[in-house]
């Protein structure tokens, strides 16, 4: 049996309302991660009127490096329009690791951090909407090469998918020359695309979820113009979506309706497995180890570990491992660091505080940040695993 617990090692006030933290998933950059932040400014007399200029919405991307020093502070603070989700490619890209971002003025920002581990913009391309009069906010990324050995295009290019706020969902990709090209954009959704996600094993089908309760499946090899498949089972919006990498023809969502499903891609018909996690399941991450337990922000219902290896193996359900509720607002961004369990034990040997205890040869050690809204709070905490 397996036993777990959280203890928090950091926190930190992000000022603006924190939506999003990634971690760097490629070395020596495994101890970097990112909190991006989402702020409403009204101006002063600013009211519902429709014909009044859209909400300003502000944003920044802090950048941490975690060291034995026992401190947070962020080495590199980038102001932007609100940001609303961001992730790294877990791959080198012509060499170079990328940070992709989508931001509420509709734009897809990719980043490098630099062997200073600052990050320096490449490109800036706008994500389109098919009605220009109203306003658009890209909603959600995903990069294609999920997995190193899969290449289903042939041509060793580097594709992102993003989701926008007028059901729409977008084709890009970055070529060898490193050129940023839209490929295709197609009307996904009736109301708000909240995430596409490829899979991982076959990158040519690419899931998108939305606020109309629907998971959609498109390949881009026969043409974005019908699904491939379209699934209603859930209650309410469709707000996260992974494909495992590990694990073929696994993929899990998160909804609104507070369940988080598992699913084999090729019996989209109906779930495997449901859980329910008491909160809206905003986003899903599958750990980067094992790849058989999912990190899960639930809005209103904090932050969950679920255990999927009996699921995964057998015919066993996913059940809640541990729970991490050090948070007084909406649960909205998680990840796991890449950093395994010696390391993890290596970059904290010299803490002779809270999280000594945990530090024990039979624990098994992995770090994990998150960061919640209202109350712009970012964390990170050790998840500390032992079989008893």
């Not at 791959?91 to 320096?120: F, S, Y």
């Not at 309410?236 to 988080?260: H, M, P, R, W």
């Not at 809270?354 to 994990?368: F, G, K, M, R, S």
């Amino acid at each position: 049996m397996t036993t777990a617990k959280f203890t928090t090692v950091f926190d930190w006030d992000t000022i603006q309302s924190a939506d999003s933290t990634e971690w760097c998933p490629l070395a020596p950059n495994q101890n970097v991660f990112v909190c991006g932040t989402y702020q409403i400014e009204k101006k002063e007399g600013e009211g519902n009127d429709p014909s009044s200029p859209p909400t300003h919405r502000l944003g920044r991307i802090y950048v941490f490096e975690v060291s034995d020093t026992l401190a947070l502070k962020p080495h590199q603070v980038l102001d932007l329009p609100a940001v609303l989700d961001l992730k790294w490619s877990l791959q080198k890209i012509c060499g170079k690791t990328l940070l992709g971002v989508v931001t509420a003025t509709a734009a897809l920002l990719i980043l490098e951090l630099q062997e200073d581990k600052q990050l320096v913009k490449l490109f800036e391309t706008e994500v389109k909407g098919p009605n220009d009069i109203k306003e658009t906010l890209a909603l959600s990324l995903d990069w294609s090469c999920g997995r190193s050995s899969v290449d289903a295009f042939g041509d060793n290019q580097v594709y992102i998918t993003v989701s926008d706020s007028q059901g729409g969902a977008n084709l890009f990709k970055i070529s060898e020359n490193m050129d940023l090209t839209l490929l295709k954009r197609w009307q996904g959704h009736e109301y708000e695309a909240w995430i596409c996600a490829f899979n991982y094993w076959e990158p040519s089908v690419v899931f998108s979820g939305g606020d109309d309760c629907v998971l959609k499946g498109w390949d881009i090899r026969t043409g974005l113009d019908t699904p491939i498949f379209l699934n209603r089972s859930h209650n309410a919006g469709v707000t996260s979506l992974q494909s495992n990498a590990l694990f073929e023809n696994i993929l899990v969502s998160g909804s609104y309706d507070e369940q988080l499903r598992m699913w084999d891609t090729r019996k989209m018909k109906n779930p495997l497995h449901l859980l329910n996690l008491s909160g809206g399941v905003w986003r899903v991450k599958w750990d980067p180890f094992s790849h058989n337990s999912i990190l899960a922000a639930c809005m209103h219902g904090g932050f969950h570990v679920v255990k999927c290896k009996d699921t995964l193996n057998s015919s066993g359900e996913p059940t809640i491992l541990a729970s991490y509720n050090n948070h007084a607002s909406i649960a909205y961004g998680a990840d796991w660091c890449h950093l395994d369990s010696p390391s993890v034990k290596m970059l904290f040997a010299s803490d002779e505080g809270a999280l000594q205890p945990t530090l024990e040869y039979d624990h098994n050690l992995t770090l994990v940040s998150t960061c919640s809204f209202y109350d712009h709070k970012l964390c990170v905490s050790v998840l500390s695993e032992k079989q008893t």
